[in-house]
């Protein structure tokens, strides 16, 4: 695609709304994974770039594992009600409760793994067969070598020794029966891109990405919001911090990052200057330097 | 600001991944949890520093075996410009990895080792580079602490290599003396090398002139998707959706609609809120016509005076991609832009042997082989050759069994 004078937030908008009209024409029924974090908010955004004045032509899906920031909740019921769309939630407290996933125990017990499960269980059943998501290749280095378009046997698994080719702006989605497909829209951008471009739209973030006044206690050198989700006993002692959130997941794994930045120019300055990673903040990446791409075979997002 | 995407390929030996390395290390692109995961791995050099080549090595298949084995895109930024590296392995059994790659990319970085100076595999990369049409060609000789910082060697590699490019027909190249591993040269100017006159490395690719590779008067829109709210306020509302592959869109211009052929004129550009006059390629947009044609998915609309060739027979290039050989006999599906057809290779003209560049017949397209084929499609397909248009040059093949994608094509002449 010839270049011309593309301004690098132009570009990358650009491309991500080819692939999401790439979805809609290829796939019979698609979905858009939505978590309630900023990148899955800036889908959103570009959904409606994409297809605007029209409906968009797939749901939102949303797997709730039950330990949320309350805030992420309430942003996510105001945003659907302004643009219209319909919402699938899928329910980890369902799975726990069927039997497919037994809840973890211990201090650092989370919900984190298991919503894999819910996930999986929400795509057969509605028989998606293209997932959007908000997954970016500078969050992690396995992620640095996915697809655009990640094919995923039935069983949600992601072989990263049998990866399509993907050349050019052209995106193969064909697939059998039971397959399906991740679509990565924001592959190419990084955390700082995301964020200069929620500035440049005036996009509404859930509040936790601000900083605020919180009571957190210390678990593994990271600092986690006290609730009823986390194992907490007498060991623990609690402080009260003003922090903000990098990036929202289950509130049990999910970490704080110490921080005055109340506004987002002062969250690009302070990402600008930082020297920790935003996968840095989760605790679920720590546990082997395989990590993810373990988690990814297992159907991960 | 605007985005570089380049392209860099080179095998273990040569340095490439300490050469990206070093490049993220030196601009500070390297953020501190990562930086502990690299200090805490127990790969380190002869000399106790860190193996910058770590940081490029994405899955553990390669962490185990010590080489890279697909394509892992990196991203860094200086306040110049934005970039984003398809980092390739440079082994001939990786030929399909570094056609992907190469794709997307507008500038290449060749590596050569100083002390083995033009060797196959720098034949080997360049012609890719040629082949998918990569404008802008850096030549890095590596390893200058190996052989003293000379300028004689550096010299005697870039005359041999100025007679290669020439082959190939690369225009745009330079050629820059660096030690990745040292760090001359790649994002400061060594001191080693006072004879050198040039740019460091960071600095030629963050000032390079890349804008205005394509022909802007072949004006081509692929329709993606049709926008029809059909709600009371919107009933007519009827607008053609896509990202412009080459060419600039104005209103008022008069523009055909393939295939078919149906001409209207364009009333109106939007850009989600905006309703722009005129719009360029790479933008996505929707586009609205006077007249009520019936366009889907798969079209292409075009400016009604300078028309796509148009056919059934294509000769083109041929990158084959999977571990199962052509089958000529078989039906494939090709994926141009949006639009979808079936296809057969009905003829292999010749294959080329990318280490020699020689061309010879042959029956078989197997793996990582390249050359140039007749292709039969069952739709008339409004295409362009491939070096007036990378977009609408280009196309892949699915096999209709797996749905695998087992080729690369490059549009290079109609056969009428």
Known sequence: MSRYNLDYLDELEAEAIHILREVAGQFEKPALLFSGGKDSITLVRLAEKAFRPGKFPFPLVHIDTGHNFSETIDYRDRMMQRIGEKLIVGYVQESIDQGKVIEQTGKNASRNALQTVTLLDTIAAHGFDACIGGARRDEEKARAKERIFSVRDEFGQWDPKRQRPELWHIYNGRIHKGENVRVFPISNWTELDV???????????????????????????????????????????????????????????????????????????????????????????KVSEAAMEDRKKGGYF | ???????????????????????????????????????????????????????????????????????????????????????????????????TGASTATLAIILIDARNGVVEQTIRHSYLVSLLGIKHVVVCINKMDMVDYSETVFSAITD???????????????????????????????????????????????????????????????????????????????GYAGRIAAGKFRVNDRVTVLPGGSSSVISRIEIFDQQPEEAQAGQSVTIHLKDDIDISRGDLIVNAENLPLQSKMIEADLCWMDTRALDPSLTYFLQHNSKLTRCKVSEIIYKIDINTLEKHSSDEFRLNDIGRVILKTADELPFDLYDDSRENGAAILVDSRNNLTVGAVMFRADVA
Not at chain 2, 3 to 27: E, N
Not at chain 2, 214 to 234: E, G, H, M, N, Y
Request: hydrophobic content about 40%; charged content about 30%; overall charge negative.
């Open chain 2, 160 to 238: 041999k290599y100025r007679i290669l490019a020439g082959q190939l027909n690369l225009k745009d190249v330079t050629f820059i003396p660096v030690s990745a591993l040292k760090g001359d040269n790649v994002v400061q100017k060594s001191e080693r090398m006072v004879w050198y006159g040039g740019e460091s490395l960071l600095h030629f690719l963050e000032t390079v002139e890349i804008e205005a590779d394509d022909d802007v008067k072949l004006s081509r829109f692929p329709v993606q998707w049709v926008i029809r709210p059909q709600t009371d306020a919107l009933h007519d509302y009827r």
């Open chain 1, 195 to 285: 964020w200069n471009y929620i500035r440049r739209e005036q996009i509404e973030l859930p509040s936790i990405y601000f900083a605020h006044e919180r009571d957190c206690i210390m678990r593994n050198g990271q600092w986690m919001a006290a609730s009823p989700f986390l194992n907490m006993d007498e060991e623990d002692t609690i402080y009260h911090k003003k922090v903000r959130f990098r990036t929202v997941g289950d509130m049990s794994c999910t970490a704080a990052v110490e921080s005055e930045a109340d506004q987002i120019d002062d969250i690009i300055n302070e990402i600008s200057a930082s020297k920790i990673s935003e996968r840095g903040a989760r605790m679920d990446d």
């Open chain 2, 1 to 99: 600001m605007n985005i570089l995407k380049f392209f860099t390929a080179g095998s273990v030996d040569d340095g490439k991944s300490t050469l990206i390395g070093r490049m993220l290390y030196d601009t500070d692109s390297i953020l501190a949890d990562q930086l502990e995961a690299l200090q805490s791995s127990n790969r380190k050099n002869d000399d106790g520093t860190i193996d910058l080549a770590i940081l490029t090595d994405g899955l553990r298949a390669e962490r185990e075996q010590g080489i890279t084995i697909d394509v892992a895109y990196k991203y860094f930024q200086t306040d110049k410009r934005k970039f984003i590296i398809a980092d390739t392995p440079g082994h001939i059994q990786y030929t399909r990895n570094m056609v």
